[in-house]
């Protein structure tokens, strides 16, 4: 469940396993963090960013104006340092203006990806380890989000930003991080990377540190990321599926998925393994919906039944 761990029962894998992957095509990734590798120019960013969020209909600001708001007192140094922003920032008769790139910068920066010694934690998580029984608990360390019982081989790996464990209401803590992990399996299961957004393809894999366990992989050859969604999560997002639970008062899209029985790593039954089919049983009240599952992650067959 680490997300380095994808193998395992973890949501994703860690950012620097590439493998074969397409290094950004003609981008050259060094020049633009280069760009915006001096305090002064952040400053410029911020200010166009504050003057956006003042007036979205009117975020321009004219030079002196922008100036006066990064402090900066000699013209030639100001001058150089808003010359190197050019993709960040528009300039026009109005004055100066945050480029869509330029606000992509900063919203990535406000999220808080980027500062891996932000840490926050523990807080109370629902549910219960499904390999002790113990309580769970949420925390954020080295850049990552983890539910964890307190054992490091248990932990699993969640999806979600420091910017919504700072302004998220504790009572809905849970439901949104729950809810980001339901859009992330949606959209690889569209084909979509959650972190580049180009076109991945992936199967139903198996092995890794947990050999029982199987997983829905999406490698991405765009920006390396390796999407190893958990076979559970990966099902929850299928209309059938997502339909049977609305049908007994669950909203799948934020329900905390890992308190659902049958997401349990491990639950699913192996057909055959060559070429891998799976069944998988979900008990909901007094009715089972039963999938079955593919090489490629499609549901080629569901019954639903009642129990007398």
Not at 12 to 34: L, W
Not at 79 to 104: I, P, Q
Not at 242 to 262: A, G, S, V
Not at 283 to 299: A, C, P, R, V, Y
Request: aromatic letters at 8%; hydrophobic letters at 30%.
């Amino acid at each position: 469940m680490d997300r380095a761990d994808t193998d395992r029962h973890g949501d994703r894998a860690d950012a620097d396993s590439h493998g074969d992957r397409d290094p950004y095509a003609d981008t050259d990734v060094t020049a633009v963090f280069e760009r915006v590798s001096h305090p002064t120019r952040l400053d410029v960013l911020d200010a166009l960013a504050d003057a956006h969020a003042a007036d979205p209909t009117d975020p321009w600001l004219a030079y002196t104006d922008l100036k006066t708001a990064v402090d900066v007192r000699d013209n030639g140094n100001f001058n150089y340092h808003l010359d190197a922003l050019d993709d960040f920032v528009v300039k026009a008769d109005a004055g100066y203006r945050l480029s869509r790139t330029g606000m992509e910068l900063l919203t990535t920066a406000a999220s808080g990806v980027l500062d891996t010694d932000w840490t926050w934690g523990p807080r109370d998580a629902p549910g219960t380890c499904p390999f002790c029984d113990d309580a769970l608990e949420f925390h954020y360390t080295d850049g990552k989000l983890q539910l964890t019982c307190g054992i490091d081989e248990h932990a699993m790996a969640l999806s979600a930003p420091p910017s919504l464990l700072q302004t998220t209401p504790d009572d809905e803590l849970a439901d949104n991080i729950a809810f980001l992990g339901y859009q992330w399996s949606q959209s690889i299961r569209q084909g979509v990377c959650t972190d580049c957004h180009a076109h991945v393809t992936g199967h139903v894999d198996h092995g890794g540190l947990q050999p029982d366990h199987h997983h829905y992989r999406a490698d991405c050859k765009r920006c390396g990321y390796q999407h190893g969604v958990p076979l559970g999560l990966h099902l929850l997002t299928h209309p059938t599926v997502t339909h049977f639970h609305h049908n007994h008062d669950i909203d799948p899209r934020t329900t905390p998925w890992w308190t659902l029985h049958w997401t349990t790593p491990g639950t699913e039954t192996t057909l055959q393994t060559d070429p891998i089919e799976l069944e998988v049983a979900i008990e909901l009240d007094d009715e089972t919906l039963t999938l079955t599952i593919d090489h490629d992650g499609t549901i080629t067959d569901t019954q639903r039944t009642r129990s007398e």
